[in-house]
């Protein structure tokens, strides 16, 4: 009787082990971004169409899902404190923005003369991006309080008549929100700016030199111009800011007086987790939603436009 010998399998070539080690590394990153890729879809995106689904239910203290359609979006809409927050957005928003670029504009370009102390200048100028709003907010509501801040400290020096009472004023609350997100904004602005400027090829302006034309002509005429992707970024930047404004209002003025200075943020959060109304809440959710998506989907698409063409 003969006995077989078992068939012994070859050795994996050079070739072959290579092929695995490259299989590998190709596969490797995708493994170690899945569960951080897992979890932003579950708790990014599943609560963005779980609050969508919320929106169109009757929910009140809880959730329930008993479907209404988009009544409580015509509920929003018939709602006055609504418009309120609506109009102080467009107010505080177009403000804030275009504040915020004339202002980081004009500091971009005295700081691109090359004066002295340039690097101490722009650090202070930018230190307070780095504040959060809260910290801003709870400096700026003593600064703005007429018994204790600015008013008080200039009736001490004996001007006896003179008033900055914006933050107890229903009328003027909502630009004591201005005064304190471009303080802390600007700087920040100031630094897209600059970059952009650094950018800019010295032979241009030499060139309009050599033509005769004046500074502030090179500026408005060559150099603003040369600085439009700056600004469009600077934009869609600032008005992401403006939409989902929320920790400053409540740290400056919480809304107030009464619902003066409110602006959606603030609008969701009281309706939502203090006035147990969740479905409304979730309505005003989805419409600020729309609006990021409004400033966002352009900036994406412009993006994509220029590396494509790039």
């Known amino acids: 009787m003969s006995l077989s010998t078992p068939a012994v399998r070859p050795a994996a070539g050079p070739g072959a082990r290579r092929s695995h080690a490259g299989l590998l590394q190709a596969w490797l990153p995708k493994l170690v971004l899945a569960p951080s890729a897992a979890i932003s879809l579950f708790f990014v995106y599943g609560f963005m169409l779980w609050t969508f689904i919320l929106s169109l239910t009757s929910s009140r203290m809880l959730p329930s899902y008993d479907f209404v359609g988009f009544a409580q979006y015509a509920r929003l809409m018939a709602n006055d404190r609504w418009w309120v927050a609506s109009t102080n957005l467009v107010v505080f928003g177009g403000m804030f923005v275009a504040i915020c670029l004339a202002l980081g504009l004009v500091l971009a370009i005295l700081l691109d003369q090359r004066i002295r102390q340039e690097g101490a200048l722009r650090t202070i100028y930018l230190y307070p991006m780095a504040l959060s709003f809260i910290v801003t907010g709870v400096v700026w509501k003593w600064l703005l309080n007429p018994g204790l801040g600015i008013q008080a400290m200039v009736r001490g020096w004996g001007f006896e008549n003179f ?23 600007s700087g920040f602005v100031m630094a897209l700016f600059l970059a952009g400027l650094r950018g800019i090829d010295d032979s241009i302006l030499k060139a309009a030199q050599l033509d005769g034309a004046s500074l502030p002509r090179i500026y408005w005429r060559v150099v603003v111009p040369c600085l439009r992707p700056v600004v469009f970024s600077a934009v869609m930047i600032l008005s992401h800011i403006a939409i989902k404004s929320f920790d400053l209002v409540v740290a400056l003025t919480n809304g107030g007086p009464g619902y ?29 939603l729309g609006g990021v998506l409004a400033i966002l989907i352009p900036y994406l698409y412009s993006e994509l436009r220029n590396r494509r063409h790039g």
């Open 163 to 185: 008033r900055f009472d914006w933050l107890v004023d229903p009328d003027m609350a909502v630009y004591t929100l201005v005064i304190a997100a471009v303080w802390q904004a």
């Open 260 to 288: 003066a200075s409110d602006l959606p943020a603030t609008f969701m959060y009281a309706h939502a987790f203090t006035r147990a109304q969740i479905g409304l809440g979730s309505a005003s959710a989805m419409l600020m």
